[in-house]
């Protein structure tokens, strides 16, 4: 609600300035805790919003009549890869349409590990080239140990080491918002927790959160239960709050045992830990052949090594033994689409592709692997109950995990208001607001967004209740979500009367390091 101030401005006490918008009319829905819908108006003047209260008596260059719609903030994506939307050469890439059309006014990128300790030189372009969408960015483990060490299954050096730390911490100073990780990934795999402590703990000292694509989200190799409590170990030993992305159990022989996750966690944060998670509401996974079915050893050193590994007689069956043991954990090839375009296996199942070559589902990913192919992949692997008990949590917020060739890319927040909001009543539209708003701004510290309030920056969204929806599928998965009919970025429209503008008012969201942990 409005300050008093704010107020007394509105209903006309001395000067009536004139703001720029005026969203009349609609119900609001601020992103705090505990919200209490309203009707009722919000004001924006320049990039802030001046005021949100029952009725503004105010002059504006252009009012929005939003009876009968939904007023948000923008909605906050922290696990996305738009990379290759914010770094286009494109104009009309870089506003990061799939994102906007959904609600979507600010992503984190660099994530599974994937963030580069650039980060200076990465927001620099984004300033200088314009951008639809405010980013945060990651410095990432991925990016740094196959710098420093290489693709090899070893620990790093004492020397090693230092450098690894000193890569974190120029990505820190540099305005990243914290470690990612994605220790399911080679050669990320091949690192043991004292490593990923002694990284964290410099994200820690500079006031950043420990992100994690955590190790194992079945029984491929540690265990689901045990990647979980090293990422809780990690946050601990390490001194730093633990996120959790795209939380989940993976493969029928796990269905089930999002229950046992949810209470290692709880009994976590009871005892005082700052663990927190995020999730997409699909029951496909985005993955690859090497990610999926390889066994970690056999990508020791990089595709050469590969390669050599499955021209050996021995050696090849025994990848094949364990590669068969994968797809028997993760309920089979019939449950593997191949996506994006331009292979002659996009678009099709993984055991459809074997039976047209002659081959065994085996056996026809690994000519792909040899053919140096997309290998990208969605597997069906997780199950409608696990979602929904993770969806309910207090502290599980909405990610896409978005990137090329998913639907959850143009298609999450939409997808999970319909059916788990309208269809299935898992969680109420307040809920998903503010899980997908506020909530998700206090876990990482955005400040001054994720929420409707005086003073804070103007990230808007007016949505229709009624057609807010996504719009493409697993074939058809670049389609824009409809329902949107207004977006601000920045008090700009992005959107406006549901079309898409040209504007690129997002900006780069460096994060402040703690005072005195920079040189």
């Known amino acids: 609600m409005a300050s008093l101030a704010a107020i007394a401005w509105a209903a006309g006490a001395g000067a009536q300035p004139v703001a720029d918008i005026l969203i009349r009319g609609g119900t609001i829905y601020d992103g705090s805790e505990g919200m209490k819908p309203f009707v009722g108006d919000v004001v924006i003047s ?16 252009r009012t929005i009549d939003a009876k009968g719609l939904a007023v948000a903030p923008g909605f906050i994506d922290p696990h996305t890869h738009a990379d290759h939307f914010i770094e286009s050469r494109d104009p009309r890439q870089r506003q990061v349409p799939a994102w906007l059309a959904q609600g979507v006014t600010t992503v984190f990128v660099g994530v599974d590990g994937n963030g580069k300790p650039e980060i200076a030189e990465r927001f620099a372009a984004l300033r200088e080239h314009g951008v639809g969408v405010n980013v945060a960015s990651y410095v990432g483990f991925g990016a740094i140990r196959p710098r420093v060490v290489g693709q090899v299954a070893r620990a790093p050096t ?35 927790t004292n490593e990923v402590v002694e990284l964290a703990r410099e994200a820690a000292r500079r006031g950043g959160v420990y992100d994690t694509h955590t190790r194992d989200y079945s029984n491929f190799t ?10 809780l170990t990690i946050g601990k030993e390490a001194g730093i709050p633990v996120h959790l992305s ?24 009871a005892a005082g830990q700052k663990v927190t998670a995020s999730q997409y509401p699909y029951t496909g996974n985005g ?14 050193g990089g595709r050469e090594a590969l390669l050599k590994r499955l021209d050996e007689p021995a050696t090849l069956e025994r990848i094949k033994a364990e590669m068969t043991a994968n797809l028997n954990r993760t309920g089979g090839a019939g449950n593997f689409l191949f996506r994006g375009r331009g ?10 592709v074997a039976k047209e070559w002659g081959l065994t589902p085996v056996d026809a990913a690994l000519r792909i692997v040899r053919q140096g192919g997309s290998q990208s992949m969605i597997g069906f692997v997780m ?25 959850r890319e143009y298609g999450t927040f939409p997808l999970k208001y319909q059916d788990y909001v309208v269809k299935k009543k898992v969680i109420t539209l307040p809920f998903f607001i503010r899980h997908s708003s506020g909530l998700t701004a206090d876990i990482f510290g955005i400040k001054e967004r994720g929420y409707l309030r005086n003073g804070y920056f103007a990230d808007v969204v007016v949505f229709d209740p009624k057609t807010y929806a996504p719009k493409n599928d697993f074939a058809h998965y670049d389609v824009l979500a409809a329902g949107v009919t207004e977006l601000l970025v920045n008090g700009k429209a992005a959107i406006d009367g549901g079309r898409m503008t040209a504007v690129l008012s997002g900006r780069p969201l460096p994060h402040t390091p703690t005072p005195g942990t920079c040189g």
């Not at 990039?47 to 503004?56: C, L």
């Not at 080491?161 to 990320?188: D, H, N, R, W």
Request: hydrophobic share 40%; aromatic share 10%.
């Open 46 to 61: 320049g990039e802030r919003i001046t005021y949100v209260g029952p009725r503004a008596n105010v002059q504006a260059r």
């Open 158 to 192: 004492e020397a090693e080491l230092a450098q690894e730390k000193a890569l974190v911490a120029k990505g820190m100073c540099e305005g990243a918002i914290g470690l990612s990780t994605g220790l399911f990934y080679v050669p990320q795999s091949y690192s043991k």
């Open 222 to 231: 540690v265990g689901f239960m045990n990647s979980y409590q090293e990422a």
């Open 246 to 269: 795209h939380i989940k159990v993976l493969g029928p022989v796990v269905w089930g045992k999002s229950v046992d996750v949810i209470k290692l966690i709880d009994d976590a944060r």
């Open 287 to 300: 993955t690859s052949i090497s990610a999926m079915f390889l066994p970690n050893w056999a990508l020791d």
């Open 343 to 352: 292979e002659p296996w996009s678009n099709k199942y993984l055991d459809a």
């Open 383 to 407: 199950s409608e109950e696990d979602i929904a008990n993770f969806m309910k949590q207090p502290w599980a917020v909405t990610d896409s995990d978005g990137g090329e060739g998913h639907p």
